[in-house]
C-alpha cells in the first residue's frame, strides 16, 4: 500500500513541475511554469508524486467552499449573513464560486489525463511492483469521473440524458488553452461510467477511506447509475458493495463516531486525508462561525409520516444524540451550530464525498424505482440505516410512493450538510414524478425557476471561446 506520508514533501515541487494552473477561466490551461510536463512523469516513482499531487487537490478550500455553497442550494442551512445567490437558487454567470470550481475542476482532469497519458505509455519495468501501474491509471480515472460527474450535476442538465447540455470533456493532456464546445448529457455519462468501470477493474482493495479503492469505485458507480435512472443496474451495484463490504467498511454503530473520527471512519468510502491545520478541509470552520441548521431541516425531522393508520416520526428526538439533535449542538456565543464540523486542534475536519450509508440509501431508492423492485428488501435498507441512528423503523405496510419519500427525507437527516445531496435529490424526484405531484418549490419556496437548479457557465469562459462554449438557458 502506497504511503501518503512519503509524498506530502514533494507536492511544492510537483506545483511548480506539473502546475495546471489557469491563466483565464476557461476550461482549458495554460501553466505558470512551463517544464516539459511530457517528461515529467518517467518512472514509477514520479507517477507516484504526479498522483499524489491529484490527491493533494482534495483539501483544497475552492472545494470546501463549493460543498458549502451546494448545502446553501438546499434545505438544510441558514446563513447568519443573510441569503445570498445561493440562497435564493440564483448564482450569476459572474459568481466567483461558480467560476473557482469550474476551473479547479478542469486543474483537476489536466492532471489526470496526464497520469493517464504519460503512465500509459510507460511500462512495468519502469519501476513498477505488481499491477501498480495500471492501479495508477485507474484511480486516475476515478477522478476524473468524480470531477466530470460533479461539473455535470452543477454546470449541466444532469437530470435529461436526452439534453444537450452537457459539459465540455477533456480526455488528453493540455499544455494551452484550447476551446471546446459542450458535449451532450448523455456523452457525459458515458465517459464517466468508463472511467468508472476502468477504476473498479484495476483499483486495489483498501482499508484507507482517503485512498480510491475498488468499494468506492463500485459505490460512485451506483450513484452515478442512480442519477442517470439505470435503477435495475444501480440497485445490484449497490447491494454488491454493501454485502461484499463487511471486511472492509462498515457501517459505525454510533453515528456521532463518523465525526470523531472523520477520514478514519470505518464507512466512510472516501474522504481527503488532512494531516495537520494547514491541510484542513475548511468546512467545518465555515459551519462553525457563519451557519446554522435551518427552521426547514427541523421541520423535515419533527413530522411524522402515517403509516397503516400510525405516526412515524423522520427521526427520534426523544433520544438525545438523536442525528437532528446533533445538529443543534450549543456552542457559547455563537448559538447552535451543527454539530458534525466541530473538530479543532490535531483532529481536523474533512469533506465526506461518499460513505457507506449513502450507499444503503441509493440501494433503498433504486430497489424500490426498479421494474418488479422488492419493496421489502428497499425498505430493510432504509432501515438499517434508522435503526443505527436510532430512529424508529419505518414497517412493512409502507408503499412505494411513501417508501421514495421517506428515502428522501432519511438522506436530508442522514447526510445532512455533507455535500447538498439533498438539493441534487429534489431534482431528480421532480423530473422522475410523471404526475407532476412533486415540485422543488414546494420544498424551497425561492427555487421557482427551473433554468436555475443549475449553475451558469463562467461568463469568461463562454467569452474566451467565442462563443463554442454555450450557456445554460436562463442566464
Known amino acids: 500500500m502506497k504511503n501518503i506520508y512519503n509524498h506530502i514533501s514533494i507536492l511544492l515541487m510537483l506545483c511548480c513541475a506539473f502546475s495546471c494552473e489557469v491563466a483565464n477561466d476557461l476550461d482549458s490551461f495554460e501553466p505558470e511554469f512551463v517544464l516539459d510536463a511530457e517528461n515529467a512523469i518517467k518512472d514509477a516513482n514520479s507517477a507516484e508524486s504526479a498522483l499524489t499531487g491529484i490527491y493533494a487537490v482534495m483539501w483544497s478550500p475552492t472545494l470546501s467552499s463549493v460543498a458549502v455553497a451546494n448545502v446553501r442550494m438546499g434545505i438544510t442551512v441558514s446563513s447568519l449573513f443573510g441569503p445570498d445567490e445561493f440562497d435564493v437558487n440564483n448564482p450569476s454567470v459572474d459568481n466567483g464560486t461558480v467560476a473557482q470550481f469550474y476551473t479547479i475542476s478542469y486543474d483537476v482532469i489536466n492532471r489526470c489525463n496526464w497520469v493517464i497519458d504519460r503512465v500509459s505509455q510507460l511500462s512495468d519495468s519502469d519501476g513498477f511492483t505488481g499491477n501498480r501501474r495500471m492501479e495508477i491509471i485507474a484511480e486516475a480515472k476515478f477522478f476524473r469521473a468524480l470531477f466530470n460527474f460533479y461539473l455535470l450535476r452543477r454546470y449541466g442538465q444532469f437530470y435529461d440524458l436526452d439534453s444537450e447540455y452537457g459539459i465540455v470533456l477533456k480526455t488528453t493532456p493540455s499544455l494551452e488553452s484550447v476551446a471546446e464546445p459542450r458535449s451532450t448529457v448523455g456523452q457525459s455519462y458515458d465517459l464517466i461510467l468508463s472511467d468508472l468501470d476502468d477504476a473498479i477493474a484495476n483499483v486495489a482493495p483498501t482499508t484507507d477511506p482517503y485512498y480510491v479503492g475498488t468499494s468506492l469505485a463500485k459505490g460512485m458507480k451506483a450513484k452515478v447509475l442512480l442519477y442517470m435512472g439505470d435503477f435495475d443496474a444501480a440497485a445490484d451495484l449497490a447491494k454488491e458493495v454493501i454485502d461484499n463490504t463487511s471486511d472492509i467498511f462498515e457501517l459505525e454503530q454510533i453515528y456521532q463516531n463518523i465525526f470523531v473520527e472523520d477520514f478514519n471512519s470505518k464507512e466512510v468510502l472516501y474522504a481527503p486525508f488532512s494531516r495537520t491545520p494547514d491541510q484542513a478541509i475548511l468546512t467545518g470552520v465555515q459551519y462553525t462561525f457563519a451557519f446554522s441548521a435551518s427552521p426547514s431541516f427541523f421541520e423535515i425531522a419533527e413530522n411524522a409520516t402515517v403509516i ?120 431528480r424526484y421532480e423530473n422522475l414524478d410523471e404526475t407532476g405531484a412533486f415540485k422543488v418549490v414546494d420544498q424551497k419556496s425561492v427555487a421557482s425557476d427551473p433554468n436555475k437548479y443549475i449553475w451558469p457557465i463562467p461568463r469568461v469562459s463562454v467569452e474566451v471561446s467565442n462563443g463554442l462554449v454555450k450557456q445554460n438557458p436562463g442566464y
Open 308 to 427: 397503516g393508520g400510525f405516526p412515524f416520526p423522520h427521526d427520534n428526538l426523544a433520544v438525545p444524540i438523536a442525528r437532528t439533535n446533533y445538529m443543534r449542538l450549543p456552542l457559547g456565543a455563537f448559538g447552535d451550530k451543527i454539530g458534525k464540523f466541530l473538530n479543532f486542534g490535531d483532529q481536523v475536519d474533512t469533506q465526506f464525498h461518499l460513505r457507506l450509508a449513502e450507499v444503503y440509501l441509493i440501494h433503498a431508492e433504486a430497489e424500490a424505482r426498479k421494474t418488479g423492485g422488492n419493496i421489502i428488501e428497499a425498505l430493510g435498507s432504509l432501515n438499517t440505516i434508522r435503526l443505527r441512528g436510532l430512529a424508529i423503523p419505518y414497517p412493512p405496510l409502507v408503499t412505494k410512493e411513501q417508501l421514495l419519500e421517506l428515502v428522501r427525507i432519511e438522506k436530508i437527516i442522514e447526510l445532512a450538510v455533507e455535500g447538498g445531496e439533498e438539493f441534487f435529490d429534489m431534482i
